[in-house]
Protein backbone atom coordinates (compact mmCIF):
# COMPACT_ATOMS: atom_id res chain seq x y z
CA UNK A 1 0.00 0.00 0.00
CA UNK A 2 2.71 2.27 1.33
CA UNK A 3 3.67 2.50 -3.02
CA UNK A 4 0.57 2.90 -4.48
CA UNK A 5 0.29 6.84 -3.87
CA UNK A 6 -0.67 9.65 -6.17
CA UNK A 7 2.02 12.77 -6.04
CA UNK A 8 -0.32 15.09 -7.33
CA UNK A 9 -2.83 14.24 -4.52
CA UNK A 10 0.03 14.12 -2.33
CA UNK A 11 1.15 17.89 -2.82
CA UNK A 12 -2.13 18.79 -2.07
CA UNK A 13 -2.42 16.67 0.84
CA UNK A 14 1.05 18.04 2.13
CA UNK A 15 -0.22 21.38 1.18
CA UNK A 16 -3.28 21.45 3.61
CA UNK A 17 -1.54 19.21 6.04
CA UNK A 18 2.30 19.33 6.68
CA UNK A 19 3.30 23.14 4.76
CA UNK A 20 1.95 24.54 8.33
CA UNK A 21 5.11 23.31 9.83
CA UNK A 22 7.45 21.44 7.00
CA UNK A 23 9.30 23.29 4.01
CA UNK A 24 10.49 20.89 1.20
CA UNK A 25 11.63 22.30 -1.76
CA UNK A 26 15.55 22.52 -1.70
CA UNK A 27 17.17 24.51 0.54
CA UNK A 28 13.99 25.53 1.67
CA UNK A 29 13.98 26.91 5.29
CA UNK A 30 13.38 24.68 8.84
CA UNK A 31 10.05 25.79 10.33
CA UNK A 32 8.36 24.53 13.26
CA UNK A 33 9.48 21.44 11.64
CA UNK A 34 12.81 20.18 9.91
CA UNK A 35 12.84 21.05 5.97
CA UNK A 36 12.01 17.54 4.54
CA UNK A 37 13.89 17.70 1.18
CA UNK A 38 15.13 14.39 0.29
CA UNK A 39 13.46 13.03 3.27
CA UNK A 40 13.10 9.01 1.42
CA UNK A 41 16.06 7.60 2.09
CA UNK A 42 18.11 9.47 4.52
CA UNK A 43 18.16 9.08 8.81
CA UNK A 44 15.93 10.56 11.14
CA UNK A 45 17.26 13.67 12.47
CA UNK A 46 19.98 14.83 10.17
CA UNK A 47 18.99 17.73 9.00
CA UNK A 48 21.49 20.90 9.76
CA UNK A 49 19.95 23.55 11.68
CA UNK A 50 17.33 21.88 13.00
CA UNK A 51 16.85 20.49 16.83
CA UNK A 52 15.55 17.41 17.08
CA UNK A 53 14.49 15.30 19.98
CA UNK A 54 16.75 13.00 21.36
CA UNK A 55 13.99 10.36 20.55
CA UNK A 56 14.56 11.55 17.02
CA UNK A 57 18.48 11.57 16.69
CA UNK A 58 18.87 8.19 18.33
CA UNK A 59 15.57 6.22 16.30
CA UNK A 60 17.80 5.18 13.89
CA UNK A 61 15.21 5.27 11.58
CA UNK A 62 16.31 5.70 7.88
CA UNK A 63 13.11 7.31 5.95
CA UNK A 64 11.75 4.58 3.16
CA UNK A 65 8.12 4.50 2.06
CA UNK A 66 7.36 1.83 4.71
CA UNK A 67 8.85 3.56 7.58
CA UNK A 68 7.32 6.81 6.54
CA UNK A 69 3.88 5.09 5.58
CA UNK A 70 3.90 3.47 9.75
CA UNK A 71 5.27 6.59 10.88
CA UNK A 72 2.41 8.77 9.24
CA UNK A 73 -0.10 6.89 10.82
CA UNK A 74 0.52 7.72 14.42
CA UNK A 75 4.01 10.14 14.76
CA UNK A 76 4.21 9.71 18.80
CA UNK A 77 3.68 6.19 19.02
CA UNK A 78 6.16 5.08 16.16
CA UNK A 79 9.27 7.61 17.47
CA UNK A 80 8.33 7.93 21.40
CA UNK A 81 9.10 11.36 22.64
CA UNK A 82 9.10 13.25 19.37
CA UNK A 83 7.72 16.73 19.24
CA UNK A 84 5.72 16.38 16.25
CA UNK A 85 2.17 17.23 17.01
CA UNK A 86 0.63 16.07 14.32
CA UNK A 87 -1.44 13.03 15.44
CA UNK A 88 -1.58 11.03 11.85
CA UNK A 89 -2.76 10.40 8.42
CA UNK A 90 -5.77 7.40 9.26
CA UNK A 91 -6.32 7.11 5.99
CA UNK A 92 -3.55 4.16 4.05
CA UNK A 93 -4.35 6.34 0.64
CA UNK A 94 -3.13 9.95 2.27
CA UNK A 95 -0.07 8.47 3.58
CA UNK A 96 0.82 6.46 0.52
CA UNK A 97 -0.24 9.87 -1.46
CA UNK A 98 1.99 12.10 0.57
CA UNK A 99 5.11 9.74 0.66
CA UNK A 100 4.68 9.97 -3.46
CA UNK A 101 4.86 13.53 -3.23
CA UNK A 102 8.22 13.43 -0.65
CA UNK A 103 9.35 11.05 -3.36
CA UNK A 104 9.75 13.52 -6.25
CA UNK A 105 10.77 16.00 -3.36
CA UNK A 106 14.63 15.07 -3.97
Known amino acids: ?27 GPNKQGPNLFGVIGRQSGQ ?7 DANKSSGITWSNQTMFDYLENPKKYIKGTNMAFPGFKK ?6 VIAYLNTMK
Open 1 to 27: MCDSGKAESGAKIFKAKCATCHTCNEG
Open 92 to 97: EQDRAD
Open 47 to 53: VSGFKYT
